[in-house]
Every structure is written in structure tokens, then in C-alpha cells.
């Protein structure tokens, strides 16, 4: 069964910071890159980063770039998502993705797997 199961969010501060953790099954994790995406009320699911399988190579939306850190660790079956200097237009419910298709990383129809999400909100 496939599974990805997301934890780590809540309520912060502006400024603040959260780790957000994504476990996945072993069929899930094994040779394939991961990625996390958000969703803010109203909006559409939008690209935050992305890990490969090796964990050598990351990208991320523009808008964290520099605050966010992507990073996994394979003998946990776990991808991370470090989350410092916070901002209110970071609130959205987080989701991570296995990336299955070799095509755009940031487009959301590269993903097949997906978690059920974590909530982020942070006040101003």
C-alpha cells in the first residue's frame, strides 16, 4: 500500500519556523524524488521544493527560496521540509508528493502519490 503521511504543522508567529516531516512506505520512497506543494484557501496547489532520490540535487519556488530547506533521509523513509522566517502568505495546508514522471518538477501532474496535508498558519 502506498501511504505518505504528513506532520509537523501548526500555529507560528511571524518570523518563526516549523519542520514539517512527509513518512513514506518503503514502495512510496525507494529511487523516486520527492517534492512538497502548497495550498492556500482559494488558491491554486502551488510548487514549493523539491528533493532527488540521491538528495543531491534540490529546487524551490522563488517565494522560500533561502527560507525553506529541503531534505530526506532514506533509512527513515522521511523528506523534510525546514521552514524559517515565516510569513503570513506561507499559511496553506502543506502537502508532499512522490514524484513519478520525468517531466517539469514543478507541475503538479508530475506527481501521482500524494499525503493528506498538514496545516501551516502563521499570524502577523
Known amino acids: 500500500q502506498v501511504q505518505l503521511v504528513e506532520s509537523g504543522g501548526g500555529l507560528v508567529q511571524a518570523g518563526g519556523s516549523l519542520r514539517l516531516s512527509c513518512a513514506a512506505s518503503?514502495?512510496?520512497?525507494?529511487?523516486?524524488?520527492l517534492g512538497w506543494f502548497r495550498q492556500a484557501p482559494g488558491k491554486e496547489r502551488e510548487f514549493v521544493a523539491v528533493i532527488s532520490w540521491s538528495g543531491g540535487s534540490t529546487s524551490y519556488a522563488d517565494s522560500v527560496k533561502g527560507r525553506f530547506a529541503i531534505s530526506r533521509d532514506n533509512a527513515k523513509n522521511t523528506v523534510y521540509l525546514q521552514m524559517n522566517s515565516l510569513k503570513p502568505e506561507d499559511t496553506a495546508v502543506y502537502y508532499c508528493?512522490?514524484?513519478?514522471?520525468?517531466?517539469?518538477?514543478?507541475?503538479?501532474?508530475?506527481?501521482?502519490?500524494w499525503g493528506q496535508g498538514t496545516q501551516v498558519t502563521v499570524s502577523s
Open positions: 518503503g514502495r512510496t520512497f525507494s529511487g523516486y524524488a
Open positions: 508528493a512522490r514524484r513519478y514522471y520525468g517531466g517539469t518538477y514543478y507541475e503538479k501532474s508530475q506527481y501521482d502519490y
